[in-house]
């Protein structure tokens, strides 16, 4: 017998190895990763026991068990990374079935026939044990490597793929334990004693597993790694109690027997809390990662539907565009032949009834031809088809053109319309009809929501490059959410507004925006409350 404290080690190592195997494959005994995990721990205790014989017995077939151990755990470790943390590509089942029979008749001529292992010991020190090979040991060497570097490599692509934050980590840390625990026993079981004849370190090849055992138990205790972080604690409790009531029996008085029974009480209790504080845990995770699944859900369906709903609002502006082009021409004739049904050309009209009827006609077509002007506008608009023909214009045109047709309005109404100009240099890069448009919807609600006072139209110029125009009324005022969703959208009306105006119908400032948008400008709306009046304001960048 060589030494002793490596071989306790390896006992340990050997039994935490098989008891982390066969816990992982008792939580899913028919998931393919939970039995391929297991495989690998069953292939490395082969391989740490097969040693762990050849150094406590005089049986000498270790060293041959020890390789065929090493040559299925890695087998299964190649298997496994193209499973774990999912599978990336269908494994063909030719291949499968080739590398599976293949790595076990590899096995079985390890195990009983001299062509790896040829003698067990010819050299032995603390650290290490070497034995004769046989011709088909650089064969051995070979394959091992290669299905080695081969998971590796796998579990390394999938890392830079992979999307879940958890399955991430998981793969991280089984990853950091494989490679340092693989690096380790290839370097000195295989690569030092082939390639430089340095055999004195291959006892300690076995002990890397502990680190993928390590990594292996972080990932199941911090990052959920096959769901076994209750059976774990509950085993570990168990193994602990089992030995804590040993020593009760075992105990050499009665008084130590007493003292005993009361640290395994305690201990029982510790242990329920622990497994209870674990259960709980997961538990939280579980509803963590259900929220947060929801959450993604949600998220996808929204951004499925802000595309639909743009692909549909897309689709009503050319159906609108088209209709109107449709109707434009049949109303443009009807209001062509009543004109000159009106003007007499046909004849005079001698029924006064007759005139009046056709004079409304005449009138209601008129109306409809600007709404469907209207309408045309804003699809061009929002189509990115209402070309503007900016040039060099002055705003006090634009304002006064707007006052000067709709002062009648506001006499009729006894209001006043003031008109106050603060900024010196009042001229624009603009489209005059455009920009006429929208002040004229603006000014024209001023005046057709106020009742009493007036309307104050009022030029500043903010910064040097922008101008504010505000038109401020006495009116009917409105609330926060009228506010809020008179520029949202079409037909947006405000209570206060249908109370008075019955007629309206919600197109006006929704044009104005569209061509002050257009125009790289803002307009926005301001007020006290109903009743305490309004102000619309219009921010125009001069170029
Ligand atoms: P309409 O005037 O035909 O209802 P608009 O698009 O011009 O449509 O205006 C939308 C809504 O904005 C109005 O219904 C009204 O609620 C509100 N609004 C616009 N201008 C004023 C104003 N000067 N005073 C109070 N409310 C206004």
Request: charged residues 20%; proline residues 3%; hydrophobic residues 50%.
């Amino acid at each position: 017998m060589i030494s002793f404290f490596p071989n306790i080690i390896f006992f340990l190592t050997l039994l935490i190895n098989l008891f982390l195997g066969f816990a992982v494959f008792l939580k899913s005994p028919q998931k393919l990763i939970n039995r391929l995990y297991f495989l690998i721990s069953l292939g490395s205790s082969l391989w740490i026991g097969g040693l762990l014989l050849l150094n406590v017995t005089p049986w000498n077939l270790g060293g041959r068990l020890s390789f065929a151990g090493a040559l299925l755990a890695i087998w299964f470790f190649l298997w496994f990374s193209l499973e774990f943390p999912f599978r990336e590509k269908e494994i063909p089942l030719p291949i499968l079935l080739f590398g599976n029979i293949f790595t076990v008749i590899f096995s079985f001529i390890i195990l009983l026939s001299p062509l790896v292992v040829q003698k067990e010991v010819i050299n032995e020190t603390a650290f290490g044990v070497v034995g004769k090979f046989g011709v088909l040991y650089p064969a051995f060497g070979i394959y091992f490597l290669l299905l080695m570097i081969g998971g590796i490599l796998n579990l390394f692509h999938k890392l830079k793929t992979i999307k879940k934050e958890l399955e991430r980590k998981q793969l991280e840390y089984f990853l950091i334990g494989s490679t340092l625990t693989l690096g380790l026993s290839s370097a000195t079981n295989l690569i030092l004693p082939f390639f430089r004849g340095i055999w004195q370190y291959s006892k300690l090849g076995p002990l890397g597993t502990i680190f993928l055992l390590f990594f292996t138990f972080l990932a199941i205790t911090r990052y959920h790694l096959f769901g076994i972080e209750v059976i774990l604690t509950e085993l570990l409790v168990g193994m602990i109690g089992i030995l804590l009531i040993v020593q009760i029996f075992t105990a050499p008085t009665v008084l130590w027997r007493i003292v005993n029974s009361g640290i395994f009480i305690l201990f029982c209790i510790f242990g329920y809390l622990l497994i209870r504080g674990v259960f709980r845990e997961i538990r939280r995770r579980e509803e963590l990662e259900k929220i947060a699944q929801r959450e993604r859900a949600l998220r996808e369906e929204a951004e499925r539907l802000a595309q639909e709903f743009q692909r549909l609002d897309k689709v009503k502006n050319q159906f609108i565009l088209t209709t109107q082009h449709h109707l434009r021409t049949p109303l443009s004739i009807i209001k062509g032949y009543l004109a000159t049904i009106l003007g007499g050309i046909y004849g005079e009209i001698k029924n006064q009834k007759i005139n009046q009827a056709l004079k409304n006609t005449l009138l209601a077509t008129q109306r409809l031809i600007t709404l469907v002007n209207e309408f045309l506008d804003i699809s061009q608009f929002q189509l990115g088809k209402g070309a503007l023909k900016k040039e060099e214009i002055n705003l006090k045109d634009v304002l006064n053109e707007v006052a000067c047709e709709l002062k009648p309005e506001a006499e009729k109404k006894k209001l006043y319309l003031k008109m106050i100009f603060k900024a010196k240099d009042l001229k624009l890069k603009a489209d005059f009809q455009r920009l006429k448009e929208a002040f004229f919807n603006l000014i024209d609600n001023a005046i057709k929501y106020t009742q009493k006072g007036g309307v104050e139209i009022k030029v500043e110029s903010k910064a040097p490059e922008t101008l504010l125009v505000s038109i401020k009324d006495t009116g009917i005022g409105m609330s926060k959410e009228t506010l809020s969703k008179i520029f949202k959208g079409l037909f947006e009306r405000g209570k206060e507004a249908e109370a008075v105006e019955l007629t309206g119908k919600g197109i006006g400032l929704f044009i104005s925006k569209t061509l002050i948008d257009a125009h790289g400008g803002k307009i926005w709306a301001d007020s006290q409350g109903p009743g305490k009046g309004s102000t619309f304001f219009v921010e125009l960048p001069k170029k």
